[in-house]
């Protein structure tokens, strides 16, 4: 009787086996590849989204502050007010405060500030219009500060706080880049006052900026020396530069002052030197920033820091690069660049 035969056993072979595996893992690999350039892709785009949105609402809020600059400034002894330099009355840009804020007021010196104290003693230098003040995530570098008036002729607008105007009121605003969270951002102090006198004559007494007046006429606390409000986050550096003509009268032409601008920078002397040994008006405002993105674009892999040889052009300022001792993240970086012209600043016809 012949004996029963084993049946045949089929399978995959240990080196199969092994081949399977690795062609496996190689698709795996490149799906996973996929995915993770895939998931780059997209932070990298809501990185971008996120600082274009910014740049756009926020940006052109802070231009149409500025625009207003100027509106309101009053003439003095030696010229109108329709000429804005570091001594015009209620100016567009802030540059010269009072030495004091006590006794009468002296009529024949006059600053951007004439008349104006805070609290019981006078605005410190400090508070207005200064370059390398502010600060920065710029290596060896200080973010400026620009600060402006401006008269408000008309009710039912607000400030750089989003606090109401009442109709008539001058509003002093200061920008600058402070501390905020983990960033720095560009914030904005401001306050508002009433001056009562026509002409710089006539004003006899001081008027406290330390107080903010409501539109119903209740007055608080203003803060303008204070933290003020975040109106531009994730702001790396500040850069501001004034546009100075040579025009010296209402009688020139607008064009000839526009073809005339040289940009300079303010410091930090008492008073803005530059422009009063220049004597210049000032007519137009550029302002530069860094910005970054709020979403911060590292890896779930391995964390990126800046390139230390990463370096940013803002207007007069080349070659600045990150300060990389600080834990800068990943972020899309932009430069943004504006000029504005000053209404109050050129001749009027």
Not at 61 to 73: E, L, N, P, S, T
Not at 180 to 195: G, H, P
């Amino acid at each position: 009787m012949p004996k029963n035969k084993t049946p045949s056993q089929t399978g995959f072979t240990y080196i199969e086996l092994l081949i399977a595996l690795s062609i496996g893992l190689i698709i795996i690999a490149a799906v996973l590849q996929v995915l993770y350039h895939n998931a780059g892709s997209v932070k990298r785009q809501s990185a971008h989204a996120d600082l274009q949105d910014t740049m756009v609402f926020s940006i052109n809020f802070v231009k149409k502050q500025i625009r207003k600059a100027g509106m309101g400034a009053k003439a003095n002894h030696q010229h109108s007010g329709h000429i804005l330099k570091q001594d015009t009355v209620y100016g567009g840009i802030v540059m010269t405060a009072p030495n004091q804020a006590f006794g009468s007021i002296d009529n024949a010196v006059s600053t951007n500030l004439h008349g104006i104290r805070l609290g019981n003693a006078a605005v410190p230098k400090r508070l207005l219009s200064r370059s390398a003040v502010g600060s920065s995530n710029v290596l060896q570098q200080k973010s400026d500060q620009l600060t402006i008036l401006y008269l408000m002729p008309n009710s039912g607008h607000y400030d750089c706080q989003g606090r109401g105007i009442p109709k008539g009121y001058y509003v002093i605003e200061r920008y600058f880049v402070r501390k905020d969270k983990n960033a720095t951002a560009l914030a904005c102090a401001s306050s508002n006052f009433k001056v009562v006198a026509k002409r710089m004559e006539d004003i006899t007494q001081w008027v406290d900026i330390s107080v903010y007046t409501k539109p119903n006429g209740k007055t608080v606390k203003s803060y303008f020396s204070g933290r003020g409000s975040v109106i531009i986050p994730n702001v790396d550096y500040f850069r501001v530069m004034y546009g100075v003509s040579d025009m010296d009268n209402d009688s020139q032409a607008n064009e000839d002052a526009v073809n005339t601008i040289e940009y300079i920078a303010a410091n930090n002397a008492e008073q803005a030197q530059g422009f009063d040994e220049l004597n210049k008006r000032i007519v137009s405002v550029r302002f530069g920033l860094l910005m970054h993105s709020q979403i911060n674009q590292v890896n779930a892999f391995k964390k990126q820091l800046p390139h230390p040889q990463d370096r940013f052009k803002v207007l007069d300022k080349q070659n600045l690069m990150l300060n990389t001792k600080q834990d800068m993240g990943n972020f899309n970086r932009q430069v943004l660049e504006s000029t504005i012209l000053l209404r109050n600043a050129r001749a009027i016809y």
